[in-house]
């Protein structure tokens, strides 16, 4: 009689399975849509089915609550999506309001500046606006307005394309300098557990995914080859959260999350924008390739043998048509190998994507809106949720200490050398004891009720528990201090130098507060003039290095500085005024850097060419004079005026005439052409 035995490690397909569906949130005021999400109640595995459909739902509906986009902006002025600019930035040459540009609408001569002759950002500037998903790994809608320079002309020049480009108020530093490795580095796993296990105790969420995880042959272990290489083409660095402009998209997202905390209408933002944003980062392409060597079936093949080894790619940027080309290595022939990646490398300036990133929580970007600080709260708590939605703790226990990996509602085993199977259930681990189980984390349970102004949470090393030897890990209970009126964490009372002044004042501060710190009359401060309780319930920047010191007796500027009408007086010398700062003075038709011709004053067009702008003066036919009004000419001009190089209609050499007298003259109906704002024997 045959009798045939199922091994006891031998695992059933475990088919995905949703829960039910949680309350709608609040019905949005600005979108009329509510949303509702559900999670994954049984992951799949050991070769079950995933799940299908979408974790979320979104209806129309009525709201109860206006939009909130139309409160005041008091001093400010106010786009038409809702945000507000400051007034220094209207009518200055540049569109601020990034949908509609309404602050440069109905700007005239009188009422304009210019900031700037230069408009053009860095090709591709606008990546490093974007947000970050680091669960699916791809970029998201953009969280930072990287059009919006702040009023500011900081420029930088590409010696490859020989031109100068303006940086947005965003970018804090950005250089442009290529960077290429000659050599290809490599990194050896023996086998694709180390390889996983390498990541996943180096990686803040889970895993990384610009790393193989999903290529991996999972069921059975493979020593691994990674050789890299990359391309950088520019440096960037974005500016401090308090000093960039959010994006008008993701300014009016932030503006109709709820302010009671709803984990549907929070976790739709983190979706569409992500969960981090670009601290850093470089322009350019990256190249990684996988190959994974059973060493039996190399063993197998003869040396003499030519043969293709199909490898899996990771690449970034450059000219798509190349990188399909870069997955088949051709082992025989190393120099088509290596025109193929030149080929791609060459590409990468045209095609050009972020790599070497650093990431930042998105919830940092939160301000700007009503009860930002409580929103930044909710943001963090909701990211946190959306993070642990895909956590491997959620998996089954792989056989024989396997790695569990979570993608998408799929739960997979990565495989330790000698054993395979989909639960890593056949063969033992080699060098190790059989049936030695180590002990791996549970996940989180939820935050406890605020008491005593803690609250906690913990959790178990029970997914599995360790037995026959395997090692231990010891239960681990969070404490973060809380408000008996809102759930969250809360900073003490900064510690501040004697000198040193803080307000607002309070006992406690939640994540997201700001402390303003100034020094008496006569001090001056050393350090930022602003701290902010931070998620770790720290002060960030450390208050300790921050203090006053006396300010230094500097030279007494000199007497009798002779500054020009567009001109104020400086510590030492004269500096340029703003156009805006200028007061009426002798009006001249010219045509600016924009091709706009029209009429501008002595003092404007003068700041203009101090702070580096061109313009062309044009004949007075050129522009429209009806709305200027008649005065009196007057008879005495005096000698301080400006001078002017001035061209008679009668007279083939153009003569110097003062403001005053061109005034007068025009006063009288006479007609010239103003040549230059200097006087002739300076042209």
Avoid at 193 to 205: R, V
């Amino acid at each position: 009689m045959i009798v045939s035995i199922r091994p006891l490690s031998c695992e059933r397909p475990v088919n995905c399975r949703w829960g039910l569906y949680g309350e709608w949130s609040e019905c949005d005021g600005c979108t009329k849509t509510q949303v509702r999400t559900r999670t994954v109640e049984v992951f799949a595995q050991y070769q079950g089915s995933p799940c299908s459909g979408e974790a979320s739902q979104s209806q129309e509906c009525v709201p109860k609550k206006g939009c909130p986009l139309g409160t005041g902006c008091g001093g400010r002025f106010r786009c038409s999506a809702g945000q507000c600019v400051s007034l220094s930035l209207v009518c200055n040459g540049d569109q601020d309001c990034e949908e509609g540009g309404t602050d440069e609408r109905h700007c005239d001569a009188d009422n304009s500046h210019y900031v700037c002759d230069l408009d053009k950002t860095p090709p591709n500037s606008d990546h490093t606006g974007k947000g970050y998903d680091v669960l699916t790994g791809k970029f998201r809608s953009g969280v930072i307005n990287t059009l919006s320079f702040g009023g500011q002309c900081r420029k930088v020049f590409s010696g490859d394309h020989k031109t100068f480009y303006r940086l947005p108020q965003s970018i804090l530093r950005y250089t442009f300098q290529v960077v290429v490795e000659n050599d290809f580095t490599d990194e050896a796993y023996e086998s694709s557990w180390s390889y996983m296990k390498h990541i996943q105790d180096n990686a803040l969420w889970g895993h990384d995914r610009r790393t193989f995880h999903t290529e991996l042959n999972k069921d059975k272990s493979h020593r691994l080859l990674i050789i890299k290489n990359q391309v950088e083409l520019a440096q960037f660095q974005n500016t401090v959260p308090q000093y960039v402009t959010l994006a008008e998209g993701f300014w009016k997202a932030l503006s109709s999350l709820p302010t009671t905390y709803s984990y549907p209408a929070y976790r739709s933002l983190l979706q569409t924008y992500g969960t981090h944003y670009l601290s850093e980062g470089a322009l350019g392409g990256q190249y990684q390739a996988l190959l994974e060597f059973d060493n039996e079936a190399l063993k197998e093949t003869s040396r003499s043998t030519s043969f293709y080894l199909p490898i899996k790619t990771n690449v970034i940027g450059g000219d798509p048509s190349f990188i399909a080309g870069l997955s088949v290595l051709d082992l025989e022939n190393p120099e088509a190998n290596g025109q193929m990646y030149d080929k791609w490398a060459r590409s990468v300036k045209d095609f050009p994507q972020v790599i070497n990133m650093k990431l930042r929580p998105l919830y940092e970007l939160v301000k700007e809106v009503q009860c930002a600080g409580l929103r930044k709260l909710h943001l963090k708590r909701a990211t946190e949720e959306y993070l642990a939605e895909e956590h491997p703790c959620h998996c089954r226990p792989c056989h024989n200490n396997g790695q569990p990996l979570l993608t998408g509602t799929e739960c997979k085993c990565v495989c330790r050398p000698g054993t395979s199977g989909p639960a890593c259930e056949s063969g033992t681990v080699i060098g190790e004891q059989p049936g030695v189980i180590h002990g791996s984390w549970s996940c989180w349970s939820s935050w406890g009720s605020c008491s005593q102004s803690k609250m906690s949470r913990s959790r178990t090393c029970t997914n599995p528990a360790p037995r026959r030897g395997g090692l231990h890990c010891p239960i681990f209970i969070l404490y973060c201090l809380c408000s008996n009126s809102i759930l969250g964490a809360t900073c003490d009372v900064p510690s501040l130098e004697n000198d040193v002044t803080g307000t607002p004042w309070k006992v406690i501060y939640q994540i997201g507060d700001s402390v303003y710190l100034s020094c008496p009359v006569g001090m001056m401060r050393e350090g930022m003039a602003e701290i902010v309780c931070s998620s770790s319930l720290q002060w960030s920047p450390s208050p300790d290095s921050i203090r006053c010191r006396e300010v230094p007796k500097g030279p007494t500027p000199p007497l009798g500085l002779n500054c020009k009408l567009w001109e104020t007086p400086g510590k030492s010398q004269c500096v340029c005024k703003l156009p805006y700062q200028c007061q009426p003075s002798l009006q001249l038709c010219a045509t600016l850097h924009t091709g706009r011709t029209s009429k501008l004053g002595m003092c404007q067009l003068g700041a203009l060419q101090c702070l580096g702008r061109s313009f062309k003066l044009v004949k007075d036919s050129d522009c429209d004079w009806s709305d200027q009004g008649l005065t009196s000419c007057q008879e005495e001009c005096f000698d301080t005026s400006v001078q002017l190089c001035v061209k008679l209609p009668d007279s083939a050499v153009a003569v110097t005439m003062s403001e005053c007298e061109v005034g007068a003259r025009r006063c009288q109906g006479e007609q010239f052409d103003v040549v230059s704002i200097k006087a002739c024997s300076a042209l």
